[in-house]
Each structure stands twice: as C-alpha cells, then as structure tokens.
C-alpha cells in the first residue's frame, strides 16, 4: 500500500502544478490519464473487509494451534487447563472475545432500550438459557425476590432510570450475593472457572469425534483385512483343489463339468464341500 499512496500523492503534485511542460509543448494530463475504475459498493467492500478480518484471525488460530500441543483428555485437570491456555492465547492474538466477555456484550446489545427492571431479568435468564448456563445457585429466583420487595415498596414497577429504586435494587442484589458467596473481587477468578468449564465441555466433544472417527477407521481396516483374508483363502482352495483333483479324470469316475476348474468327481464329497464353500 505504500508505493500506491506515494504515487498517487506525486500524482497530486503533478495535477495541482499550473504548467508541467513549457507553454508551446504543454499536453494536458488527462490524456495519459487511465479511465477510472468504478467506485466499489458500500456493501461489496464491507462483506470483503469481513471476509480478510474472518481470514485473519482462523489464520492467527491455526498457527498458533500448529505449535501447540494439545490432548484430548477431558478426565485429566491438567490436560483441560493446557487447552483452555491454549485458547486463551488464540483469543488475545486473533482479538476474540472470551466467553465471559462474549456474554458480557450479549446482554449490552440485547437489554439496549429496556425501560424496566422486570423485563431486564427476564431478559437476561433468556440469554442465560440460550447460552447453555445453568443456574446451579438458584441466583435468579433470588433476584426476583429482591425485585418484588424493592417493587412492594416503591408500590410501583421498577424502570432502570429510576435511581432511587435502582439503588435500593442493588442493595438487595448486594445481600444476594453476600448469602452466595460472590464477590465482586472474586469475577476474574469466576472467569476463568467459566473458561476451564468450556474446555472441557469442547475436549469431551473433540474426544467423541476422535472416537467416532477411529471407530470407523477400525471398522474400513478390519473389511479391508477380511476381503483381503478371503480373497486369499479362495486363491489358496482353487490351487489346492487344481492340485489335488488334476490328475483325476472326472469323467471316467462319472463326474461332472465345472468351468474353469478340472473334473469333480460326484465320490468325492471333500471336493464338493470346498467347491460349494467357494459359491
């Protein structure tokens, strides 16, 4: 990108110059001028710059997770934290957002415009369920409670630009968390649970498809084996059969005519069961 912007900075020069070329010589610029290319769309180059930012970051991804090691035990703590480093690492260098952080602009950009507290709540237990969380403290019914009496109080629904009421709300929701154990000092550490939660969920599902996938690997291996195994067992009963049976006139010991093979004879019932074995 620098040569263009150099040359079309000397271009500039060249255009806001009154004469390039002596009065009697002068030719206009225009004319060695190309047509201009026509202007791209709004929307062609918004869809293009997704695309290079999209491209950049799996490309970030992707070297960083060629250096790494990563094993796919899920029963192993240590195994869980490697890989939840590992994606941490991605995130920072591909500019990605952690699940804590993604959950955190979720419920900005979905609770934008909510006047009230109640539809906040509830608005909020819908992202929580949508993103596959479990209310394992039973928090929210808790904050419910909080908002009845806060509400009970004010004898009125509580709108988020009420400071007052918002203030006795966050009382209540202090004493909440008092009663859980949750402090305010204590998200990060929060964070990160939630993080090494998610690895592992994503380790026990990588460890399912490699499974999955060896499975199938086995199974294609043993028919591969096993046609292999037959092939060779028919191979080996038509050569023992030409070997034991070839010099056996079939015909003077009334027998009968196969195709491709020497005269059967009818006495002998050993050579009837490798042949009908073969069909």
């Given amino acids: 990108m620098a040569f263009p912007s150099r040359l079309l900075f000397k271009s500039k020069q060249l255009c806001g110059s009154p004469v390039i070329l002596q009065q009697q010589n002068a030719i206009p610029v225009r004319y060695f001028a190309k047509e201009a290319a026509p202007q791209a769309l709004k929307g062609d180059e918004m869809l293009k710059n997704v695309f290079l930012d999209v491209k950049k970051k799996f490309d970030t991804a992707l070297g960083i997770l060629r250096k790494e090691k990563i094993t796919i035990a899920p029963e192993d703590p240590a195994a869980v934290t490697q890989y939840a480093k590992v994606m ?11 699940e804590s952080q993604r959950i955190e602009h979720t419920i900005k950009t979905q609770t934008e415009g909510i006047a009230d507290a109640r ?143 020497p005269k059967l004879p009818l006495k002998s019932e050993i050579s009837f069961f490798f042949f009908f074995l073969r069909l």
Avoid: W
């Fill in 88 to 98: 941490k690492t991605i995130r920072e260098k591909a500019d990605l957002f952690s």
């Fill in 119 to 261: 539809t906040y709540l509830l608005t909020l237990k819908e992202i929580r369920i949508k993103r596959g969380l479990t209310d394992e403290l039973g928090a929210e019914a808790m904050m419910m409670d909080a908002l009845e009496k806060v509400e009970k109080e004010l004898k009125k629904p509580l709108m988020r630009d009420d400071k007052k009421g918002m203030a006795l709300l966050m009382a209540e929701f202090d004493k909440v968390n008092q009663k859980l154990g949750i402090r305010k000092e204590d998200l990060p550490k929060y964070s990160e649970q939630l993080e090494l939660k998610i690895a592992k969920g994503q380790l026990e599902e990588l460890k399912k498809d490699a499974l999955e996938a060896m499975e199938t690997q086995k199974k294609r291996v043993i028919r591969t084996r096993l046609k292999f195994v037959l092939l060779t067992l028919d191979h080996l009963l038509l050569q023992l059969i030409n070997y034991k049976l070839g010099g056996i006139q079939g015909r003077a010991n009334g027998g009968c005519e196969v195709i491709g093979h």
